[in-house]
């Protein structure tokens, strides 16, 4: 089955600083990835997703990069604010009839006013 | 507006009980899904549905079951609750289709003591 490795665990960064975490996966017919963040007590919110078919997606402050040949996917957060702060998942959703995705363990993201 | 409600959202019970926790949603979604989340394994599938009378086992089965009767409802039984199953438990749901997002209940905590 698929297996999602995230990189960093946790996260510190200066208000106004960019912030990129990284993500793996192993099933190469993988072909959805999302983003979810989710802040402290809350349930996990879809931010931004990519298809295998694109390189590159981008949603205002935040984007997401795929590089299939590797096999990884980043997010990258520019200008951030201290809303920002939260728990961010990466997942794979690996199609060929499944629906499932196989999430990351979570990259807890510090912004430091 | 449609949603996904979770109940309880906390629960305490004793080692042995049987718990059931409930899951509706009023997209009418075909896809449910159930997740636990736990500190450093980020969110694990346990059960997921595709539709009425269709269920199967995820990552972490072990202990528990679950059945889908109608579209709306995914109840997740935990036969006899164990100190290991304390946990934060999410439900979800999608549509069809590829790529769809998935939609989280805002989850129950769940003590077993």
């Known amino acids: 089955g698929e297996n999602v490795e995230q990189h960093p665990s946790t996260l510190s960064v200066q208000e106004g600083d960019s912030a990129v975490i990284k993500c793996t996966y192993s099933?190469?017919?993988?072909?959805?990835f999302p983003w979810y963040k989710q802040e402290l007590g809350k349930r996990p919110q879809l931010i931004i997703d990519?298809?295998?078919?694109?390189g590159e997606k981008k949603d205002q402050r935040i984007a997401v990069t795929l590089n299939k040949t590797a096999k990884h996917f980043s997010l990258h957060i520019t200008e951030t604010q201290p809303e920002d702060s939260a728990v961010y998942f990466c997942a794979a959703y690996s199609g060929a009839g499944s629906y499932q995705l196989t999430f990351g363990k979570g990259t807890k993201l510090s912004v430091i006013p | 507006d449609a949603e996904i409600t979770q109940s309880p959202r906390h629960k305490i019970t004793e080692t042995g009980r049987q718990v059931t926790l409930a899951c509706h949603q009023t997209w009418n979604h075909n896809n449910m899904f159930w997740y636990r989340q736990d500190l450093g394994h980020g969110l694990r599938l346990i059960h997921y549905?595709?539709?009425?009378?269709?269920?199967n086992k995820g990552e972490v089965s072990d202990g528990y079951s679950v059945s889908r009767s109608n579209t709306e409802d995914l109840p997740l039984t935990l036969e006899s609750a164990a100190s290991s199953q304390t946990s934060v438990y999410f439900c979800?749901?999608?549509?069809?289709?590829?790529?769809?997002?998935?939609?989280f209940g805002p989850g129950t905590r769940l003590t077993v003591t």
């Open positions: 990519i298809r295998s078919n694109v």
């Open positions: 099933d190469s017919a993988s072909n959805y």
């Open positions: 549905s595709y539709g009425v009378q269709d269920t």
């Open positions: 979800a749901s999608s549509n069809t289709g590829l790529a769809s997002e998935q939609y």
